[in-house]
């Protein structure tokens, strides 16, 4: 059997990226001033979180020459919810969008896939499988050597003028770093955690779950199970339950009808990504009212995983009305009757929850929402808790000239989406996202340090011509010519 001549393997790709980002001048030499305060360097960015996020903004950053490290409080590999939390097959993006990569071809996915598996593989690949998205994550953090701390979690940001403190814990113990610019790449949930209705307060917390949380779905072999939601979690978590044995699903869908189209989806191309921080307000709230109200479609293969199995039951304009214990039994009152559980999933999305990430409490107390901003009427509440941020995803005050310091801590994370568009957490833009903020922050970094950088350039002495290239005459040594 020929071997496929398109399969290069990882070190060669490894020895390509090397070679396109020489033919680059990538990454771009250290620039920054070197600054320390009582003797501690002051590092350029600080990046909170290392998933997709983290990565393509700390290679963005190393290749506009910036110092960054990433720190995440998860164990190395294991960063974002791929490996973790997220249970779908495979991801919901089209297999050629580019990613993380920068605008580096053998940066993307589809050159680490073909490198081991060739281009006819590729052309018979769907989607791509889920935990194979987080190898090719944890493969783009080694071949781009970044600076990753795994195991540290942040544990304060204390804002001053001229940079931030993060009080760290870390496998060594406390530690403290201080840092000129921090950015939040903290994912979907980066500035809250998950939306729970408030029914589930009247249930023990060991008798449901969030479909972020790390469930142990094995446990629910045998049981009766009910999912509240039709988005691509709620069949995620669905499917799970099913395979792990549950004896069956019920899927409750306050809606008359599943979602069909991705309303969004028409507006993903360049000019949105380009263009959609420049809108005015009123279209900004008038976009984002439109998606929530319409909602996203879970993804087809997401809804065949669950419909094959016949113990699994879609309960359309299905609605919650109350939940109580009776004896070992979960009681749920809906619009369409009583019904009765031995677990609930609630597949009920995220909200900014400041008080679930007491780290930011600074940045809680001093920042501005688009709700100061004023709301329209009818407004989706949760798009009013998005932080407002400036055009370095900066978070800005909300009493303008205090909180100084504030506009150094940067919102790289979903909650940005009100301010810049889906261009911090899905991977369609996280590119153009990345180099976006790349660019702010080392703009700023030049700003603040110009008097260096022109003392600098007084000071450089490094001669382009020598004087011997051709023969002076002077005017005194000879006539012109009449």
């Given at each position: 059997?020929t071997?496929?001549?398109?399969i290069?393997?990882?070190?060669?790709?490894?020895?390509?990226?090397?070679?396109e980002?020489?033919?680059?001048?990538?990454p771009?030499?250290?620039w920054?001033?070197?600054?320390?305060?009582?003797?501690?360097?002051l590092?350029?960015v600080?990046i909170?979180?290392?998933?997709?996020?983290g990565?393509?903004?700390?290679?963005?950053?190393?290749?506009?020459?910036?110092?960054?490290?990433?720190?995440?409080?998860?164990?190395q590999g294991?960063?974002?919810?791929?490996?973790?939390?997220?249970?779908?097959?495979?991801?919901?993006?089209p297999k050629?969008l580019t990613?993380?990569?920068?605008?580096?071809?053998?940066?993307?996915?589809?050159?680490?896939?073909?490198?081991q598996?060739?281009?006819?593989?590729?052309?018979e690949?769907?989607?791509?499988?889920?935990?194979?998205?987080?190898?090719?994550?944890r493969?783009?953090?080694?071949?781009l050597?970044?600076?990753?701390?795994?195991?540290?979690?942040i544990?304060?940001?204390?804002?001053?003028?001229d940079?931030a403190?993060?009080?760290?814990?870390?496998?060594?113990?406390r530690?403290?770093v201080l840092?000129?610019?921090?950015?939040?790449?903290t994912?979907?949930?980066g500035?809250?955690?998950?939306?729970?209705p408030?029914?589930?307060?009247?249930?023990?917390?060991?008798?449901?779950?969030?479909?972020?949380d790390?469930?142990?779905y094995?446990?629910?072999?045998?049981?009766?199970v009910a999912?509240?939601?039709?988005?691509?979690?709620?069949m995620?978590s669905a499917?799970?339950?099913?395979?792990?044995?549950?004896?069956?699903?019920?899927?409750?869908?306050?809606?008359?009808d599943?979602?069909?189209?991705n309303?969004?989806?028409g507006?993903?191309h360049?000019?949105?990504v380009?263009?959609?921080?420049?809108?005015?307000?009123?279209?900004?709230?008038?976009?984002?009212g439109?998606i929530?109200?319409e909602?996203?479609?879970p993804p087809?293969?997401?809804v065949l995983?669950?419909?094959?199995?016949?113990?699994?039951?879609?309960?359309?304009?299905?609605?919650?009305?109350?939940?109580?214990?009776?004896?070992?039994?979960?009681?749920?009152?809906?619009?369409a009757?009583?019904?009765?559980?031995?677990?609930i999933?609630?597949s009920?999305g995220?909200?900014?929850?400041w008080?679930?990430?007491?780290?930011?409490?600074?940045?809680?107390a001093?920042?501005?929402f688009?709700?100061?901003?004023?709301?329209?009427?009818?407004?989706?509440?949760?798009?009013?808790?998005?932080?407002?941020?400036?055009?370095?995803?900066?978070?800005l005050?909300?009493?303008?000239?205090?909180?100084?310091?504030l506009?150094?801590v940067?919102?790289?994370?979903?909650?940005?989406?009100?301010?810049?568009g889906?261009?911090?957490?899905?991977?369609?833009?996280?590119?153009?996202g990345?180099?976006?903020?790349?660019?702010?922050?080392?703009?700023?970094?030049?700003?603040?340090?110009v008097?260096?950088?022109?003392?600098?350039?007084?000071?450089?002495?490094?001669?382009?011509?020598?004087?011997?290239?051709?023969?002076p005459?002077?005017?005194?040594?000879?006539?012109?010519p009449?």
């Amino acid at each position: 059997m020929t071997a496929d001549p398109d399969i290069e393997g990882l070190e060669a790709l490894n020895r390509r990226v090397a070679r396109e980002l020489e033919l680059l001048t990538l990454p771009a030499a250290p620039w920054v001033p070197e600054r320390a305060v009582s003797g501690e360097t002051l590092l350029d960015v600080a990046i909170i979180g290392a998933g997709m996020a983290g990565l393509a903004a700390a290679a963005a950053m190393r290749n506009i020459g910036l110092k960054v490290v990433n720190y995440d409080r998860r164990p190395q590999g294991y960063e974002g919810p791929w490996a973790t939390t997220a249970r779908m097959e495979t991801l919901r993006s089209p297999k050629t969008l580019t990613g993380p990569a920068l605008g580096i071809p053998s940066l993307t996915f589809r050159a680490w896939f073909e490198a081991q598996f060739g281009s006819q593989t590729w052309d018979e690949l769907d989607k791509i499988p889920r935990l194979m998205w987080m190898d090719y994550l944890r493969w783009f953090r080694a071949v781009l050597a970044l600076d990753v701390r795994n195991q540290h979690d942040i544990a304060g940001i204390h804002l001053g003028p001229d940079y931030a403190t993060l009080e760290i814990e870390a496998p060594a113990g406390r530690q403290r770093v201080l840092a000129r610019h921090v950015v939040l790449a903290t994912g979907r949930d980066g500035l809250g955690g998950p939306y729970v209705p408030p029914i589930a307060e009247s249930l023990p917390r060991e008798r449901w779950a969030h479909s972020s949380d790390e469930n142990d779905y094995a446990a629910l072999r045998g049981k009766r199970v009910a999912v509240i939601g039709a988005g691509a979690s709620a069949m995620d978590s669905a499917g799970t339950a099913l395979e792990a044995g549950a004896a069956r699903v019920d899927l409750l869908i306050r809606r008359r009808d599943i979602p069909r189209i991705n309303r969004g989806k028409g507006m993903g191309h360049p000019g949105s990504v380009a263009g959609y921080r420049y809108l005015p307000d009123d279209w900004k709230w008038r976009i984002n009212g439109y998606i929530a109200r319409e909602q996203v479609p879970p993804p087809r293969a997401s809804v065949l995983r669950v419909s094959r199995h016949p113990n699994a039951f879609f309960r359309q304009g299905t609605a919650l009305l109350s939940a109580r214990m009776e004896g070992d039994e979960i009681v749920v009152e809906t619009s369409a009757g009583t019904m009765r559980f031995d677990f609930i999933v609630f597949s009920t999305g995220f909200k900014v929850d400041w008080d679930n990430r007491p780290f930011l409490a600074e940045i809680a107390a001093n920042a501005r929402f688009w709700s100061d901003r004023g709301m329209p009427d009818n407004a989706e509440p949760s798009l009013g808790a998005m932080p407002d941020l400036g055009p370095a995803f900066e978070f800005l005050p909300k009493v303008p000239d205090a909180s100084p310091g504030l506009e150094r801590v940067h919102c790289f994370c979903y909650p940005a989406m009100m301010s810049h568009g889906t261009v911090s957490g899905d991977i369609p833009a996280i590119s153009d996202g990345a180099e976006r903020l790349s660019q702010a922050i080392a703009g700023r970094l030049f700003v603040e340090d110009v008097e260096t950088h022109f003392a600098r350039g007084q000071a450089y002495a490094e001669p382009e011509i020598f004087g011997d290239e051709w023969v002076p005459i002077l005017p005194e040594e000879t006539a012109v010519p009449v």
